[in-house]
Each structure stands twice: as C-alpha cells, then as structure tokens.
C-alpha cells in the first residue's frame, strides 16, 4: 500500500511539473468548450449539459491514451522499469498506483469543465438530474479509458505506438454499436453491450443504470488485470 | 550470502549462460570478469529478480530468487549496466522516491538520503534535474540508490563504463569502501579494475565460468582446461596410447564417428599449453594421417586478449554537467 501511495504522489507530481500535461489538457478543454458552444448557440437549443458531456466523452477517447502513454512506456524505453521491478514492489502496485495518478489528472481536467456548467447555470435553468449522471458517467468514461489506455502503455515502450494501441481500442469500444446494425439478434444484442456510446447516452439523458455503472467498472477491472499480466510476462521475453 | 545453483539462461535458442554456480560470502567482493557479451548482465539481471532463469536458481540472503522474490529483492541494492534513472527528477525527489519503495520510513529516510549523498559526493547537485547531469555524476546517483536502503547485497554492472578516468578511479575508491561492510557482486571488463578491487574473480566467457581464482594469482596459476579436436586415419589401439603420453594431456575422449574409415578424439589438456604441435607431430611420425586438428573453444590466453587489461583504454567522457 505503501508502495503504491509513493508511485501514486511520484507519477502525479510528474504529471503537475511538465507541460506536456498542461498543453494536452488545454487543448481538450478548448475543443469541448468550442464544439459545446457551437452546440447551445443552435436555434432552440435546450438549457443542459447534454451537449457537453457527449463532447467530452468523445474527446476523451483521444485525451485519456495521451495521458497513460508514458506511464509504463517510458520506463520500459529508459530502462527504469528494472530498478522498479527489482525493487520489493509487486506488480499490481506499479500499475494501480500509476493508474490512480492518471485517474487524479484526467479528474482536474474534467474538473475544469465544471465551468461551462456553471455558464449553463448562469444563463439558463437546466435540470440538475441530468447534468449530475452526465458527470458520472463522464467519470466513468474516463476511468475505463484510462485502464485501456495503462493496457496500451504496457505493451511498447514507444509511447506513441502505446497511446495508437489504446485510441484503436478504445474506438472499437465506442463505435462497435454500429456494427450491430448490420447482424441480428443475440449477436447484435451483444455487440451493443459492448458498446460505451449506447451506455454514455443513457447517462446524458439523466438516466443511471446500475449494469452501466458495473460495464464500466468491468471494464477498468479486466483491463487493469491484462497490464498487470503484461507487465509481469515482461519479465519473461 | 549469496548462492547461485546451476543457472542457465536462453533467450530463444540462445544460452547466453550455461550451468553457473557460484556462491558469495558475506562480506566478500567478488569480481565477475569477462568480456562483452560473455553473460555477466544476464547474470546480474538473473540474481536481481528482474529476469527469471531458464532452470536453475539463486539465493541471495538465504531466499530464493524465484520462490520468494519479494524477500530475495529487499536484500539487494542493483546498479544495471545502462543507469536508468528517472530524467526529470532532481536527485533528492529521486533518491526519496526510490527509498520510499525499497520500504524505508520518511524520517530516517531523509537523513539516510542526506548521508549518502555525503558519500557519493552529490551534495552540489542535490537539487539538479538528473537529465541535466553528466555520465559520471549519473553514474554516482545510480550508486547512492544502490546503497540507499542499506542492503545486505550490492550488484553492480560494469559501474565504471563510459565514465572519465579521474572519476573512475574515485568510483573505485567509493566502491571499495562499500565493500567493507556489504556483500558486493561487481562485473567488469577491465581485469586490473577487478584485480584491484575484488577479493576473488570469476572469469566468465560464453556463457560459462572458466577460471575462478584470487586477484594474486590471475594470469599466472589459473585453474581450468582447454580441449583440442583431433581426427586421425589409424587403428585406435595404437594411436590412443601414444596420445595419452604426450606431455600435458590430461586425458582424451573417444567420440563417436559416424560412417568414416577415422577416429575422432577430444583430448583436454592443460590451460594455457598450446599442445596442437606436439600433437601434430607425434601423429605423423607414428605414420597415420592426420584429417583434422581444431582447438575446441578460446583458450584462456585468448579470452584475456580480449579484456580490457590496459588502463588507457578507458573512454574519455569528462565534465561535470552537461
Ligand atoms: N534480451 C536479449 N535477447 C537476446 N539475446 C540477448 C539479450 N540480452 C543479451 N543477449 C545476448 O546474450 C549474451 C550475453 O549478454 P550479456 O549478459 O549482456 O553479456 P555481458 O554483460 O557480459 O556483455 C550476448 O551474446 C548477448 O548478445
Ligand atoms: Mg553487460
């Protein structure tokens, strides 16, 4: 526990003294704000933050692989992965405490979209229902991303391959709803549980289903699990 | 203190070592001498935890390596051959972090931290990004994390590679004084640096120790054998005997030949004699006809050729910060 408390405070200091943190979070923050705004300044567009949170899950799929990429890569490229991995520290304590440091960075950044909910608020009357499950399910998004995005981190120790991996996995995540169109029944049924937009969706609409919050959670779970074996097989190649 | 049984590593097909056993006792230093690519990383890398044998095993203070890796890891302090360290951490943060996760507390960790940086004689750049360091100065943070944690074991890869000859000689110094009161494991190319500094030498080469011996005796009283091939057209009653008689073979072994009107014969002799002539000669007068004459392997002479037994050839990298 320890171990992973100082791998936490170690990766989330890294993510706080570089720029590169700063720059990728901006850059989602001003691409949700811009698609947002674009989105209530249509005629007869309702006071909400519907709008906003399908932007941000769209964006994340992109922003949450940028954030992983380096977290395993990079000590596998320099080579530190050998000094941590002769350390008495397990395994899991390496990814779940770099994960945990994803998840706070990836949280200030949603953090700050807060923002435009308070704007919403300013100039209209929305219903709070909807905007809080929009936020858990933003939260849950982003957590599931991040796991995918640790799986691809683990894989290469070239960042840019391992943020490719996870943003292919993760679109595959997103979009495979529109496969389902193209087969019938328990197949396409199970194609759409797989799906993260089908679920999203219900979150946006204020709707919160307990089988979302599990999919998700599963999904963190399974993909946590598979980095943990990755790195563990590492030392077998 | 530290015992490693029969080790042997493939990568792939390849054995990058072969059947090692060797064991350390407390309080020694010993010097793992060989040239590149000899297996001395593999090794390193081996009794460290981070890659596991392909059979074989190793126990380092009294814990198996395989079995109880976690206990084996928190008796030993590593420096690998390439340093890696974390680039845009200062050495402070770094040295904290790493002390942190070999289990150490704050309190004690922070004077523990200011010691050996004392010791290493980082106190300048005790706040410097590491990235911006030079080789030698990189080198001394790898030392200090090494020693951080106070482990019973100290393995460190070629840990004056690539830096200038003044700090060489002080890492020497440094890595000596360690070893009054640390297990130290110590790998090297250059075989007066381990004369120098280690207690006992093994010489490793291809995968396999040849020569075990006191930095005292190297070069001059080795232990060890080489093997020469021989294949000769001859009735083997014959021949056997007068081979066994030439002066500095210590015996010979018949291999099996298939489908050829000759014998084939692995004859060790002794190391550092180069019997190839004698054996040629007593061949041809006994009237048989010599096919073949291969010396099997490097001899020792030749894998000390191939060490680094000159001071000069170091690499010149000087300069404080880059
Ligand atoms: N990861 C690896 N995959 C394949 N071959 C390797 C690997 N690491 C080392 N080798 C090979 O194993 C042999 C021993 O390497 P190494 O232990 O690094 O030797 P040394 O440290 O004595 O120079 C070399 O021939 C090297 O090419
Ligand atoms: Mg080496």
Redo the contacts between chains.
Sequence with gaps: M??LI??TL?ET??YF??PSAYIVGTMFLVLTGVFFVFDVSKPFAEAGVRGLSDWASFFIVFLAPLITMKLLAEEQK?????????????EWEIVLGKYLASFLMLLSIQSVTLYYVFIVYFFGNPDTGPVISAYIGLVLHGAAALAIGMLGSSLSGNQIISAVVATAILLIFSFINRVSSLVEGNVAEFINALSMNSRLADFSRGIIDLSHIVYFLSIVGVFLFLSIRSLETR??R | MIEAIDITKYYGDFPAVTGLSFSVEQGEILGFLGPNGAGKSTTM?IL?????PSSGTAKIAGFDITEQS??A??H?G?L?E?V??????NVR?YLS??G????MAKPQLHQRINEVIELCRLGEYRDTIIGKLSKGYRQRVGIS?AILHEPDVLVLDEPTIGIDPIQVVETRQLIKDLGRDHTLILSSHILPEVSMICDRIIIIHEGQIVAVDDPGNLGTNLAGVERVEIEVKGPNREILPVLERVDGVQSIERMSVTGGAYHRYHVTVDIGKDLRHDLAKIIVEGGWELLKLQSLGMSLEEIFLRLTIEEEELPNNSGAVS
């Design positions: 320890k171990n100082a791998i170690k200091k890294g003294s570089t320099l080579g530190t992965l050998e000094l941590l991995l002769t350390s008495p520290v397990r030392r077998w | 890398k460290t935890g981070f890659i596991p976690l206990q890891r928190r030993i590593y690998p390439t890696p360290l974390y680039e845009d951490m943060d972090f790493m942190q996760i070999r289990g994390q």
